[in-house]
Structures are given as C-alpha cells and as structure tokens.
C-alpha cells in the first residue's frame, strides 16, 4: 500500500512521540559528557577566589636578582637548614623527597611492576624505557639513560641549566627562577611548556633540589604550590608533576671503565588530559625528544670546555648537600614511607576521571534494551514508516555512547 504524501494525523502522533524518545538518549550523552568534562577541570576552577586573583595586577615571576650571593661549594646535612620556603614556611623539597627518589631507584617502593616500553640506542647513547598504571594517579614513567665519556657532574649540569635547555628542548618556551637558596641549591622555578596544537601550553612551579652521595646526585623536582604566582586560563597550571633522577657513574660499553654515566629518571604528571591520550602521546613522541639528549649534552660540553661562563642554575647545581649511604638508610628507618603519601596526593583527581569502558557499553545496552520495550530485541514491521525512523535512532543512539568512550 503506498504511504500517503501528507501524514494523517494519527501517524504525527507515533512520530512525535518517536523522536522525543530518540533526542532523550542524545540529551544524556551531552550531559554525561558535559559532567565528566567539568570533572577533568583541575580543583582550582572550583574556587572563585582565582576569579578575583585574576582582577589583580600581576605580580613579577622574576623577584630582584642577589648580586651578593656567594656559592659555598658543598654543605652538610648537618647545615642545610636555609631552604627554599612555600609561602606557609615550609621547605619545598625536604630529605623526605629524597628518601623517596631513593626507594625508587633501588625498587623499594612497593608499586607495581614495570612494564617496558622502549629499548633505543646510538652509538653514544642508549635508552631504556618503562611504564606502569597506580591504582591511584597518573601513569609513572621510568627511564634509564648511558651517556658514553660523560661525568656525572657534566649530566647534572646540563640537565639543571634552564638556560641552556630553552636552546635543545623545543618544548620548553619559558624558563625563570622564583626562589634560590644559597646554602643548598634548592630552587623554585616557573616553567612553560609547548604542547601540540590540540592543547594549550602548560604552566609549572618546581620546587628542585640537588643531593650529593660521593659523586651519585639524588635530583629531586617535584610541582610545588607558589601563590604569589596567579593562576591564568592560558597556560593551564598543572599542580601533579614529578621529575626526579639519580645520576651516577657505569662501566663503558668500550672499554669496562668508569667513564659513562647513567641517569635513571622517574616522571610521572598530570597534564589535565585522558590518560589513555597522554599514554598514547608519550609512546608516540618519547624518542624523537630523547634523542635531542646526546646533542645537546655534546654542545654543551664543548661550550663548558670553551670557557663560558656557568649560569645562575648550572651554579646552582654546584650547590648541594652531601649525605652518605648510611644516611639514607638511617632515614629509611626513621621516616614513614613516603610512596603512601605520594599516592594520597595523585588521588585527588575527580571521581569521573577513568570510568570503566564496560560499565559505559553496558549502559548503553540496557538503555537500548529497554527504551520502547527494546529498541534492538523488538521485531520491527515490514513496510512501516516508523522502521526507518527506529533505524536512525538505533544506530544514533549507539554512535553517541561509541563517542562516549572517547570522551
């Protein structure tokens, strides 16, 4: 029977009522989305309070240079009571961090297992990485990096000089020091960094700090809190960062001596993105920034051989607070595991963060199976002009939660 070119009113009816079924489904797919886009917001877009920081003139990030600063080589853990200080007088990076970076570099944090990611080389250099997923908190990165014919001195050098780093990182766009400590070396400094097209730049205060174990440097940088720097929209702030190394002397590949050096390196942040998205851009970029290392660890050591002077963060560097073996093993006994304490601050990420896949698919077969007594189980009559308008809104309704598991 052929359908009529204008529908009768006891057909609109069915179709009205249709169509209000099928927009239900799209409207709780945008809300969804909207709620769990409002939850990967970082805590701070909750507080009206940066609103009002925002009316505020700006204040400097670079506080006056101290001319009058003199660099004491060395200091003791005995003397090291001059630190760099948060704005409630607490030393940003303390012997507790330090015990932490070192509990990691001899696997003795109780995490999970490592899983390897990368295994690269040149002929000057050879890279390792690994990857492992906390219940809790980001994913932590660990790598393992041999320089051939390098100092750990040179290593630690290079890799603290903000100033020479802006020359081989790309990424990094802005580098200045808020806060310095003669007497230790500890740092606060404020980082920007470039990131692709898709994301604004990211925005980082760091809190670093050098110690010295007979030539093993226990580097520890970590995000810390600066209110005196104001949070703006662009570049997004990120609060949970990680970056901490041990740099120390190994045999050579060449001739069994100690001539290279091997930096272990474990990273873990939390750059306000899906976690399976960082995961896949870190795996996807890891080595070609990686491989910028060697080169510029070569130029940077013939820039030092030539005689250019060291600069405010390479001094700084020079700075550090000697400790010994028995040391940290007195602060193993003595100090709570910190690896807890690390895991209670990655896990104040909003609840909605890593919903599980299957619960979404099973929502979005149930709610198929039931809407209209079951949009997939219901046998459907030949010839109608409501089958194609169920079609659509089947497959519509299916094609908003698929577009939910990317979210």
Known sequence: MPLPLFPTPTLIIPIITDLAVFITPLWIAVIVGVILGWAWKPKWAFDPKHALQKLRPPRSPNPPHHTAFTYPTTTTAATAAARVKDAGGNAVVTEHDLLHLWKLVEEKDGGPAWNQMM?????????????????????QYRSRTVFEDASPELV?????????????DDMLIHASTIQECALTGAMMVHWVRKFPFFCSDREYIIGRRIWDAGQIYYCVTKGVPCPSMPRHNKPKRVDLYYSSWCIRPVKSRKDGQLTSCEVLLFHHEDMGIPWEIAKLGVRQGMWGAVKKFDPGLRTYEKQRTS???LSPCARAANINTKISMDYLSSLENTTTDLLEIENEDSSDKPVGRNIPKLLIVGGAIALACTLDQGLLTKKWPANSLLQWNKELRCYLLLWSYYCLLWI
């Open 119 to 139: 295994d690269r080389s040149t002929p000057t250099m050879r890279y390792q990485a690994w990857r492992r997923d906390p219940e809790s908190g980001p994913p």
């Open 156 to 168: 630690r050098d290079f890799f603290w000089d903000d100033e020479f780093r802006l020359k081989w």
């Open 307 to 309: 005689g250019v002077p």
